[in-house]
């Protein structure tokens, strides 16, 4: 814009006047960024129109108001790394190649003071390189600029970048953060770093760097058992690098040296050091620490189920471990970072023999368990990898269903059915699998969507009791009686044996029960009661009414099929007295028969059910 069309704007819009530099910068040719429709050049200015004429991509020769782009428009500066990927595309291509931490340093040099957000630089260069190559390539980057003494790092994302005026070494700059802080964590943080980088520099700096260091894991009362673990592990080490060779207190192995402790060390304990801690528990415990790792294992979650198994194998105790696999599957102890780590490695050449006797239809029962499990502990719909693997992998049921008979693939079809784990869609690309390897599972499936027309609105604790009755009958009940039946006909003639005709009379009772709860449980839909208003009785409902017969006020409260306490008034919304009472409003009046009496009801008031 002109000096001549800035003046026009400012006449007929006085409060534009502050703005006068930045309208003097929106001239023909400038390149802008604006925050709805991105990267763009200034093409002219329009002064009929009293328009600035833009072209963004998608979007050329684009009219706009200059008093609105002054809120919504930034004009770049020449050395702008978007401006220089137009104006010198070859030279920036190659700094992306060949220099990333010279193209950062760069980047920095277009901004004021040479500074700005981490978020900042990483939106204009992910601008600069495009969204798919970006992450990649800064990550490189980031680890040459961790080397580059021009460049002061951010502790966050919300931190700065800062081009520095005079180079610093990392090194330089760790021992000075260092000296700078006083917290534990943060001083581990950075003895780590100075270890990664080699420490070049002298050894005073690193003596005192350890001695603030051996201070801070001695004393601090900031630190967890597993922070003051991986803390004396990294005193340690500086010590090693500055040539120091004092014990320093506590001694690592001591702070593994309390069994009771190594569980919650091993949950905390980070990635990198998991191994060495395994090794700490070996040195610490020589004549137990097998068990111990063994009890590690049993509750081990991510990649410390990993270096535990590999541990295991590494000190020779590789059919020790079969056993204990086969042992947990069979006690239902088998949990799902466990799993996971078994169902993910079955086909790995290293672990093939230790795994082939678990791909069997049990596995996929206890996967099942463990799925079910953890979507009923969840506060929350978070992803379950046990089941999304289930789902990934399209060989995984067919490899474990590979030796079921009809029945027992029937039954794990059946519990897949029950699962709360799997959304429907899910469900029935699962069953569909089972469905291909053993036709007659359509039967099930038919009667499976037949049975949820009437769906059963139940609370998580009743779902879990009926769940837990269930697995009692599958897991325990049943296989007890088979033993039953079978030591039964060891006495011989069946028609006179009455332990016999018990046994199978406890069958056929189990059975049924197992039928019936089947049943039940694929029509359950767990609920909060939170839908419910006071508009009208739900379920969830607490109600007020007056008793005809007798004049006497009565509070009701109304909860799922499983939840009836009638001692407490709490009554199932599929009682008698509940389904009368559903959909009415206060002031409505209901006649109930129970017993052979019909009473007449007045509801007075209604209320919610305390969650």
């Known amino acids: 814009m002109n000096s001549e069309a800035i003046s026009a704007l400012i006449a007929k819009n006085p409060s534009l006047k502050p703005a006068k530099a930045k309208l003097e910068a929106m001239e023909p040719g400038a390149y802008c960024i604006h925050r709805s429709w991105g990267f763009g050049q200034i093409k002219k200015y329009d002064e009929a129109a009293q328009k600035l004429v833009i072209d963004f991509p998608g979007k050329k020769a684009h009219p706009m108001d200059p008093a609105f782009c002054l809120t919504s428009m930034e004009v770049l500066p020449a050395n702008h790394l978007l401006v220089r990927k137009e104006t010198e595309p070859k030279k920036i291509a190659a700094l992306i190649a060949d220099d990333p931490a010279q193209l950062v340093v760069e980047a920095l040099q277009a901004y004021p003071g040479h500074a700005t957000t981490a978020i900042d630089l990483e939106i204009t260069l992910a601008q600069v390189l495009g969204e798919e190559k970006f992450k990649k390539w800064w990550s490189v980057a980031k680890k040459a600029l961790a080397k580059d003494p021009r460049v002061a790092l951010p502790a966050k994302k919300t931190d700065c970048y800062i081009l520095r005026e005079t180079p610093v070494s990392s090194e330089d700059e760790i021992v000075e953060a260092f000296g700078a802080t006083r917290s534990a964590r943060r001083r581990i943080v950075l003895a780590e770093k100075l270890i990664a980088g080699g420490a070049s520099g002298t050894k005073a700096d690193i003596k005192t760097l350890l001695a603030g260091l051996a201070e801070s894991v001695k004393d601090s009362h900031q630190l967890s058992p597993s922070e003051r673990l991986h803390g004396a592990a990294v005193r340690d080490s500086l010590a090693k690098l500055a040539g120091v060779d004092t014990a320093f207190e506590p001694v690592q192995t001591a702070l593994v040296a309390n069994v009771r402790d190594l569980h919650s060390i091993a949950d905390k304990i980070p990635v990198h050091f998991q191994g060495r801690f395994l090794e700490l ?79 069997t239809p049990r596995l996929l029962g206890a996967i099942f368990f463990a799925i079910d499990y953890e979507a009923l502990q969840a506060a929350s719909a978070r992803r379950i990898p046990l089941a999304d693997i289930l789902s990934e992998d399209k060989d995984l049921i067919p490899d474990l269903l590979a030796t079921a008979d009809p029945e027992t693939a029937r039954d794990l079809a059946n519990t897949l059915l029950l699962n709360q784990g799997f959304e429907e869609l899910t469900k029935k690309a699962l069953i569909a699998r089972f469905i291909k390897l053993f036709p007659k599972i359509q039967s099930l499936v038919a009667a499976d969507a037949e049975s949820k027309e009437e769906q059963l609105l139940v609370s998580r604790a009743s779902y879990n009791r009926k769940r837990e009755e269930y697995e009692t009958i599958v897991s325990k009940k049943i296989p007890e009686n088979s033993k039953a039946i079978a030591t039964a006909r060891e006495h011989g003639d069946l028609k006179e044996n009455s332990e016999y005709k018990m046994a199978k009379q406890d069958q056929t009772v189990l059975m049924a029960q197992k039928t019936q709860l089947e049943r039940d449980l694929g029509r359950a839909r767990i609920t909060d009661f939170k839908d419910v208003t006071t508009v009208q009785v739900g379920v969830g409902s607490v109600v007020d009414v007056t008793v005809g017969s007798t004049g006497e006020t009565v509070r009701y409260t109304i909860l799922g099929a499983w939840d009836g306490e009638p001692e407490k008034n709490i009554i199932s919304y599929k009682t008698p007295l509940g389904l009368a009472f559903l959909g009415k409003k206060s002031g409505d009046s209901v006649k109930v028969k129970i017993g052979g009496t019909e009473e007449t009801y007045t509801i007075t008031a209604l209320g919610l059910a305390e969650a």
């Open 281 to 359: 528990v070996k040195l610490a415990h020589p004549g137990e620490y097998r068990d111990i790792v063994f009890s590690l294992l049993k509750t081990s979650q991510g990649k410390f189920t990993t270096e535990c198994i590999n541990f295991l194998l590494e000190t020779g105790h590789a059919d020790d471990l079969a056993v204990a696999l086969q042992r947990w599957q069979v006690e239902q102890n088998l949990r799902a970072p466990v799993l996971l780590w078994v169902v993910k490695n079955r086909h790995t050449k290293k672990f093939a023999k230790l795994l082939n006797d678990l791909i």
